[in-house]
């Protein structure tokens, strides 16, 4: 084999890789690594997608699994996904399945009660272990599955986000029997 041809080889190869590579970690379509998880429910099959799974134990109050949102009253990207996940956290918070927080850390309060409830030192140490870098919004789901940023913003997609919010707390309902 010529020089010229292994110059060729070893780019077509180095190509093929960035592309994978891309394909994998970057692209809308990218399912994360350890998050293949697939849920069955009557007629449809929700996937999870964007959220990470550490593989732990999923994190309860009172028999019920916690789920959290940590944001800012400033974030657009905050701002953008705030309603979805209100109304489908709400949904299970009605039906006693499940706790739900939605923290925003600048004015230091859970919207999702009347009251004025201040971020515990506890949830904030969540927020830390989760999301060392501090970046919102940020999920929390179970303190098994977890997700910085919005998965579906770019498409403009908020019924994606409450699909996958629906199959996370599904699956973390699940797990906590």
Same mark, same amino acid.
């Given at each position: 084999? %010529? ?8 780019? =077509? ?14 692209? #809308?379509?990218?399912?994360?690594? =350890? ?17 990470? +799974? ?8 009172? =028999?019920?699994?916690?789920? &959290?949102? @940590? ?23 009605? &039906? ?9 850390? +600048?004015? !230091?309060? !859970?919207?999702? &009660? ?5 971020? #515990?030192?506890? %949830?904030? %140490?969540?927020? $830390? ?7 919102? #919004? ?6 098994? @599955? ?7 913003? &770019?498409?403009? +997609?908020? +019924? ?9 707390? %599904? ?5 906590? $029997?």
């Amino acid at each position: 084999m %010529e020089d010229q041809d292994k110059v060729k080889l070893i780019l =077509g190869v180095l190509l093929m890789a960035l592309l994978l590579f891309y394909l994998t970690a970057y692209s #809308p379509l990218a399912v994360p690594s =350890g998050t293949s998880t697939t849920i069955q429910q009557t007629t449809t099959t929700l996937a999870i997608r964007t959220f990470k +799974d550490n593989l732990g134990p999923i994190e309860t109050k009172n =028999g019920k699994p916690v789920i &959290r949102m @940590f944001s800012t009253t400033w974030c657009s990207h905050c701002k953008w996904v705030k309603d979805a996940y209100e109304e489908t956290v709400m949904e299970y918070v009605n &039906r006693s399945q499940i706790i739900a927080y939605h923290w925003e850390m +600048d004015i !230091d309060d !859970d919207t999702l &009660r009347d009251e004025k409830i201040p971020v #515990p030192e506890s %949830e904030k %140490e969540v927020f $830390r272990k989760f999301n060392p870098g501090g970046g919102v #919004p940020t999920f929390v789901f179970g303190s098994r @599955f977890y997700r910085i940023g919005n998965g579906y913003e &770019r498409e403009k +997609d908020l +019924d994606a986000e409450k699909a996958e919010f629906r199959a996370v707390i %599904e699956e973390v309902i699940r797990l906590a $029997r």
